[in-house]
């Protein structure tokens, strides 16, 4: 199978960190490592996106020194990748309750997105203060302000007001070190996902093992409700498969 889209939930780091005797921070640090050899593969591998889940709407509820370590990392980030990703092509897209992060980190998402508005390439999403639940009612708020009848709501307007608008949903979600949920991550988009779990740690995460889950994932068959064997979907299928490609 064709795979356009993969989305990342990179879990492992404080324990990574801490089965080493360092501070969590550090497995944070060694994480951000593996996020452009991902990139790099995305981009060999012909996928169209690939959307990182970074900082959920949770993770404001960790102690303040580790939340502010997290945004001075992401910072860092931001300042020292942004050109490189923009010569690669790449459209980046920051996907989230972005107002509650701090103003710096807000300043910098926009430049970056601004920067690679008019690439072709793969687009990078990053979940920031992402919460599945919060951007689907985040969506029902904006049709409600815009005056939207009940009547004339349907899934095609929904995506529309979702942050990932525009955006193909994604075929594969992948998520490190053993745990086997979703934790509020694209709900609505992920009605149809195949996942890939894998009980190694984010920061070991890297390009041999990602290749492998999008292997595991083209060998596998995906039907949207039709019967095994049969080459047609359903009509709802064709017609999901024709909004993503839009």
Request: proline share 3%; aromatic share 10%.
């Amino acid at each position: 199978m064709n795979i356009r889209h993969a989305a990342l939930i990179m879990d492992g780091n404080g324990r990574w960190a801490n089965m080493r005797g360092l501070p969590r921070i550090e497995g944070h640090r060694n994480g951000v490592k593996r996020v452009n050899e991902i990139i790099d593969t995305a981009i060999e591998q012909g996928l169209q996106a690939v959307t990182f889940y970074t900082f959920s709407m949770e993770n404001w509820k960790r102690p303040a020194a580790e939340v502010n370590a997290l945004m001075r990392l992401l910072d860092s980030y931001l300042r020292r990748e942004m050109e490189r990703l923009h010569k690669l092509n790449i459209i980046f897209r920051a996907v989230g309750y972005l107002e509650k992060l701090p103003a710096g980190i807000r300043k910098l998402l926009a430049a970056f997105e601004d920067l690679t508005r008019h690439n072709t390439g793969l687009i990078v999403a990053c979940a920031l203060s992402y919460g599945g639940r919060e951007e689907i009612l985040h969506a029902v708020k904006d049709m409600i302000r815009e005056g939207v009848q009940p009547e004339q709501v349907t899934e095609d307007l929904m995506e529309s007001h979702l942050y990932t608008s525009g955006m193909p949903e994604p075929d594969l979600i992948i998520r490190t070190s053993g745990e086997m949920r979703l934790s509020n991550f694209l709900l609505w988009q992920s009605a149809y996902s195949e996942f890939y779990f894998t009980e190694t740690l984010w920061p070991d995460f890297g390009r041999n093992e990602f290749i492998t889950a999008i292997n595991e994932y083209r060998s596998r068959e995906r039907r949207f409700g039709a019967l095994p064997g049969k080459k047609g979907r359903t009509a709802y299928a064709r017609q999901r498969k024709k909004r993503v490609q839009r």
